[in-house]
């Protein structure tokens, strides 16, 4: 359909939204049309009393709380764009209140499990100090394993221990790492022409010399918690979160955590105060005189 593709185009080269984004908001507004269709309706006619039975068929679909509201938004923002191009008169969804967003509590690590983790790994080869380099990054950081895997040679500012990142919507920002990552990161810098089989400029590379991919980002830890036999399974984004929740619990106030972790709103970093505060009851209880 012309006017679904010409919002995926705009999408995609208008507001750099990314192909995975692009993708879901193709879903979402498909699963649309199916619902126009089962009612005989016409998309550019659709007014908000046609909407009533949108969240019964987002039902059939069993969709979580979650994907209704990202429907939602994806429809939003489908119908604000018809309306500009002047295809539509307003917008039906502007009126469709979102169902109760769930909210889920970042998993992270604590600080002495990280130091397990960092302690029981060996360096044997150029490529465990590659993965260890991940890891410290990861922790040291903050950034999306999209944006790790992203990171270029020369993005790296090794005189003020900084990286230039780009986030969502190709936001460029600056991260920073302690002394301990650059440790690791200059002992790897050393080794990095010998593994640099393919004259890349990406700064984490597979065996075969070519750019690290999330999917091996990930197989790559999978693979660090089986040889050192650690009890939890983690993921880049439980990194991400623990970076979050340390700087916190240790006076971080939240808009810097939030301009770290490239987040656009401080509402989506304030998350973390749920898991901050536990944090902060529990020394409460074990430094009061009288405890509990």
Same mark, same amino acid.
């Given at each position: ?79 604000? =764009? $018809?309306?500009?191009?002047? @295809?539509? !008169?307003?917008?039906?969804? +502007? #009126?469709?209140? %979102?169902?109760? *967003? ?85 002992? =790897? $810098?050393?080794?990095?022409? @010998?593994? !640099?089989?393919?004259?890349? +400029? #990406?700064?984490? %590379?597979?065996? *075969? ?84």
């Amino acid at each position: 359909m012309k006017d679904l593709q010409n919002y995926l185009d705009y999408l995609k080269y208008n507001k750099n939204y990314s192909e995975k984004t692009i993708v879901n908001y193709e879903i979402d507004i498909k699963n649309y049309f199916s619902y126009l269709e089962q009612e005989c309706l016409n998309y550019k006619e659709v007014e908000y009393e046609d909407l009533m039975g949108l969240f019964q068929h987002f039902e059939s679909l069993k969709l979580s709380s979650k994907s209704i509201r990202r429907h939602i938004s994806s429809l939003k923002g489908f119908y604000k =764009y $018809l309306n500009s191009m002047g @295809i539509v !008169n307003g917008n039906p969804f +502007n #009126y469709v209140s %979102l169902p109760k *967003k769930e909210i889920k509590l970042p998993r992270y690590l604590t600080y002495d499990e990280l130091l397990e983790i960092f302690n029981d790994l060996e360096i044997k080869t150029n490529y465990d100090l590659r993965d260890r380099l991940i890891i410290e990054l990861l922790y040291a950081t903050g950034v999306r394993v999209s944006e790790l895997v992203n990171i270029k040679i020369e993005d790296i500012i090794l005189a003020n221990q900084s990286i230039k990142v780009f986030g969502k919507g190709s936001k460029e920002r600056f991260v920073y790492y302690n002394d301990v990552c650059k440790e690791i990161l200059d002992s =790897y $810098l050393k080794i990095y022409p @010998i593994i !640099n089989k393919k004259n890349s +400029n #990406y700064l984490l %590379l597979n065996q *075969k010399g070519e750019q690290l991919t999330t999917a091996g980002i990930s197989y790559i830890l999978n693979q660090i918690i089986k040889k050192i036999s650690f009890n939890k399974h983690i993921t880049p984004h439980m990194l991400r979160h623990s970076f979050a929740t340390h700087l916190l619990n240790n006076g971080c106030d939240l808009l810097t955590v939030g301009e770290l972790l490239g987040h656009s709103s401080i509402s989506t970093t304030g998350i973390y105060t749920h898991v901050t505060l536990d944090h902060i009851k529990d020394v409460y209880y074990k430094s009061h005189p009288r405890g509990r």
